[in-house]
């Protein structure tokens, strides 16, 4: 029997996994931002991107003091107003109470972070990260929903430019996170999908290799800098379960590559019919064939949009998670 489903919505565990623990287990080759991790009011790990070892790693508890912090998030905000953006659940999802405001976010300038590292108050679980400045002049951000069978990535941009002091932060940075009125949706090619498909695929051979445990379904939100480079900042939405040898979809998943492309369907009796695959097997996850786990990762070229846009409560339409038919 299969271990139940682990739905993780705190926005921070996923950085501790993704982590160097220690030597002999190297951290996820996934470049993010500078992240503090807050737990219990206070500071819990703060987590970089290694560019010469290609991993994330978690600095020690001396590099973390306030000097520290405040010299790496507000002394180069990178042209931009906007130093950081600290975000946090204002309560337990999926209650009966819980609307939009389900997950927190703000933008702080350089002086607000300077304020926000030095206040007293006790902080709520969350996380601070550096703000990554865009590739034009305008707020943007990837969302992308991620199953071992589909990717889906919506692209929204911010209408106000980043630098017209007339409007608020608030304003001229929010894109999927709220006020849809200031933000419009933009294609997105078939690069920005594979890209986007190949980190979360990074990310689920990590936790399959170091954490053993199957990822099953994503909700990811990710930036290009001014360099090109690919961004993940969070997630709101992952779901794993532990593996175990025979654990999984009763029907065994279809073998392909892990960096995507369309796999060979066999000929069934009637002809070219390969099997169809339920969106129950998508979200159970993987089939483990003679105890060696299997990662199927097929890239949707006609998946181009989500429909309506998927706030950061973790709510995504049901299409992200239905496979693919079969190839003709």
Same mark, same amino acid.
């Given at each position: 029997?299969?271990?139940?489903?682990?739905?993780?919505?705190?926005?921070?565990?996923?950085?501790?996994?993704?982590?160097?623990?220690?030597?002999?287990?190297?951290?996820?080759?996934?470049?993010?931002?500078?992240?503090?991790?807050?737990?219990?009011?206070?500071?819990?790990?703060?987590? %970089?991107?290694? /560019? =010469?070892? &290609?991993?994330?790693?978690?600095?020690? $508890?001396?590099?973390?003091? +306030?000097?520290?912090?405040?010299?790496?998030?507000?002394?180069?905000?990178?042209?931009?107003?906007?130093?950081?953006?600290?975000?946090?659940?204002?309560?337990?999802?999926?209650?009966?109470?819980?609307?939009?405001?389900?997950?927190?976010?703000?933008?702080?300038?350089?002086?607000?972070?300077?304020?926000? %590292?030095?206040? /007293? =108050?006790? &902080?709520?679980?969350?996380?601070?990260? $550096?703000?990554?400045?865009? +590739?034009?002049?305008?707020?943007?951000?990837?969302?992308?929903?991620?199953?071992?069978?589909?990717?889906?990535?919506?692209?929204?941009?911010?209408?106000?430019?980043?630098?017209?002091?007339?409007?608020?932060?608030?304003?001229?940075?929010?894109?999927?996170?709220?006020?849809?009125?200031?933000?419009?949706? %933009?294609?997105?090619?078939?690069?920005?999908?594979?890209?986007?498909?190949?980190?979360?695929?990074?990310?689920?051979?990590?936790?399959?290799?170091?954490?053993?445990?199957?990822?099953?379904?994503?909700?990811?939100?990710?930036?290009?800098?001014?360099?090109?480079?690919?961004?993940?900042?969070?997630?709101?939405?992952?779901?794993?379960?532990?593996?175990?040898?025979?654990?999984?979809?009763?029907?065994?998943?279809?073998?392909?590559?892990?960096?995507?492309?369309?796999?060979?369907?066999?000929?069934?009796?009637?002809?070219?019919?390969?099997?169809?695959?339920?969106?129950?097997?998508?979200?159970?996850?993987?089939?483990?064939?003679?105890?060696?786990?299997?990662?199927?990762?097929?890239?949707?070229?006609?998946?181009?949009?989500?429909?309506?846009?998927?706030?950061?409560?973790?709510?995504?339409?049901?299409?992200?998670?239905?496979?693919?038919?079969?190839?003709?």
């Amino acid at each position: 029997m299969a271990d139940p489903l682990e739905v993780d919505y705190s926005l921070i565990n996923l950085f501790q996994l993704l982590a160097q623990k220690d030597p002999t287990k190297a951290g996820a080759d996934v470049p993010i931002p500078s992240t503090i991790t807050y737990q219990h009011g206070a500071l819990h790990a703060w987590y %970089v991107y290694d /560019r =010469e070892s &290609r991993q994330i790693v978690k600095k020690e $508890k001396k590099q973390c003091t +306030k000097d520290d912090i405040v010299q790496a998030f507000a002394s180069d905000p990178g042209g931009a107003s906007c130093a950081a953006t600290f975000l946090y659940r204002k309560c337990e999802f999926m209650m009966e109470d819980v609307g939009k405001e389900a997950t927190s976010v703000e933008w702080l300038t350089p002086e607000g972070v300077r304020q926000f %590292v030095n206040k /007293r =108050e006790r &902080r709520p679980d969350g996380l601070l990260q $550096k703000f990554v400045p865009p +590739k034009l002049g305008h707020a943007a951000m990837l969302q992308c929903v991620w199953t071992p069978y589909v990717t889906v990535v919506q692209q929204r941009k911010n209408v106000l430019d980043l630098a017209d002091g007339r409007y608020t932060l608030d304003d001229r940075c929010v894109t999927h996170e709220d006020k849809p009125h200031l933000s419009i949706e %933009v294609h997105c090619g078939k690069s920005v999908r594979k890209r986007c498909g190949e980190l979360c695929v990074a990310m689920a051979s990590h936790l399959l290799a170091h954490e053993r445990r199957v990822l099953t379904r994503m909700v990811a939100y990710f930036k290009v800098d001014r360099n090109g480079q690919y961004l993940l900042l969070w997630a709101t939405h992952v779901v794993t379960y532990r593996f175990t040898v025979g654990s999984g979809p009763a029907a065994a998943a279809p073998q392909s590559t892990l960096m995507g492309g369309e796999q060979s369907t066999p000929a069934g009796p009637k002809g070219l019919m390969g099997p169809r695959h339920s969106r129950q097997d998508a979200d159970q996850g993987p089939q483990s064939n003679g105890g060696t786990p299997v990662i199927p990762y097929v890239s949707d070229p006609s998946a181009t949009s989500m429909g309506p846009t998927a706030r950061l409560s973790g709510v995504t339409p049901t299409a992200a998670g239905t496979a693919p038919p079969p190839t003709p």
